[in-house]
Structures are given as C-alpha cells and as structure tokens.
C-alpha cells in the first residue's frame, strides 16, 4: 500500500538532546513538508522540500534542520536550539504539480523533558 | 500575513442533528481552500478542497461552500454520527506566500453524543 510512515509515534528525549524524526514515503511525491501542531493549536510550516537536494525554511525553522538526499525520505533533526520542542509533529507529501494535495502521516508526538 | 480563523473552537452536538462549522480568512486571493479531518492523535485527512473559481464541493454528507469575497468557507455535515466526532481544520493556500504552503486555522473540535 503507498503511503505515508512517520517513525516513532512516541519519543520521548532529555532537554539539550538533538533527536531526528523519520518521514519515509512511498507515493513517488516530489513534494515533503514538516508541520509542528500544538494542544489546540493549527498546523505551523517548519521546513519543506520541493525536489531531492533542495528544501526551505517555513514560518517557524529555528532550533530545526532537515535533509532531502533521497526522494522518499526528509528527515527532520530537532536540535537543542529548539526552544519548546514538545509538540505533534506531522510530515506530509504531495505529487507533481498538485502541491495543495498534501497527503499526511500518522505523526509523532515528542517530548521533551 | 494571511489569518485563519475558526469558529466554534468546540461544538457538542445529539446524533442526527446538522451542523455548519465556520472558517473566515483574512486575505481573499487565495487559490485553494481544504477541510481536514483529524482523529485525536492521528495526521489529517483531506475531506473537501475548493478552488477559488468554485462556490461549493460535496461529498457524501459533507457540503463545503466558498464564498471569496466576503472570507468565508462553511463546512455543512448532515445527519451527523458519532463516527463525525474528530477535529476539523481549514486550511488556504494563497498566493502571498509560498505557493506550496498552506495556512491552517486552529480547528473546530466536533463531538456528536449518541
């Protein structure tokens, strides 16, 4: 089945500790992006990536780095720059030339303590 | 800066009952405007996406409408079910910012008693 896998669901790090999430797809999408949500909160661009080799910042990229060397994964590196870093973190994709269907991942959920 | 705004924040609703969730917008040249749906602790699920050259989309019990020039999108679920209760999220993608981002509203927390 094609789709979208984050990994771990849970992670759980000690304040000043880097932790990278994992987003891994399989929908031959060129397009990835990292959203941070907060308890009651909407989804906050972090990162995006439109094409392996190449990313952007988003609205809210300090404290995070991220990589595109292969087309079906961007990894998402949480440094300890990151000032709050507990959050729900969702990875998403979308297909050439439709970069408003953003198909998402189950999300993990980090935190620190 | 585009806003996107979302109102009720909650809503309990009695099973059957029909429903009209609220999303307003600040900045009416947008391309695009999508309802999600989100499970407690699950990533989101595309439920309806409007182009801004469209007044409304429909699927199934789910109705959205579009209305740009005033800001407005409203999310019309009938005969609503307990399987309805989850978050639902506006989301636009408009053409002040990047043209891959979308800007998400804080969601409309839905829950239908049986």
């Known amino acids: 089945d094609g789709g979208i896998t984050q990994s771990p669901k849970y992670l759980f790090r000690k304040e000043g500790q880097n932790v990278t999430l994992s987003c891994e797809q399989n929908?031959?999408?060129?397009?990835m992006y990292w959203y941070r949500q907060d308890p009651g909160q909407g989804l906050r661009l972090i990162y995006y990536?439109?094409?392996?080799?190449?990313?952007q910042k988003g609205d809210i990229a300090e404290g995070y780095s991220v990589s595109r060397e292969k087309k079906e994964s961007f990894p998402l590196t949480v440094t300890s720059a990151q000032k709050n870093p507990t959050a729900f973190y969702l990875c998403a994709s979308a297909a050439p030339g439709r970069p408003y269907e953003q198909y998402f991942g189950p999300g993990t959920r980090l935190t620190v303590t | 800066k585009q806003e996107v705004t979302q109102i009720p924040a909650a809503l309990s609703v009695p099973e059957g009952e029909n429903l009209v969730l609220n999303c307003s917008f600040t900045?009416?040249?947008?391309?695009?405007l999508q309802w999600f749906r989100q499970d407690p602790g699950k990533g989101l699920t595309s439920l309806l996406l409007i182009q801004s050259s469209q007044r409304e989309q429909t699927s199934g019990r789910l109705n959205a409408s579009l209305d740009k020039s005033s800001g407005r999108s409203t999310l019309y679920i009938a005969a609503s079910q307990p399987g309805d209760s989850a978050t639902y999220l506006c989301a636009v993608q408009y053409s002040g910012a990047g043209s891959y981002q979308l800007t998400f509203g804080k969601g409309t927390k839905l829950s239908v008693i049986p």
């Open positions: 900045d009416s040249a947008i391309y695009n």
């Open positions: 990536s439109q094409i392996v080799n190449d990313f």
């Open positions: 929908l031959n999408h060129d397009a």
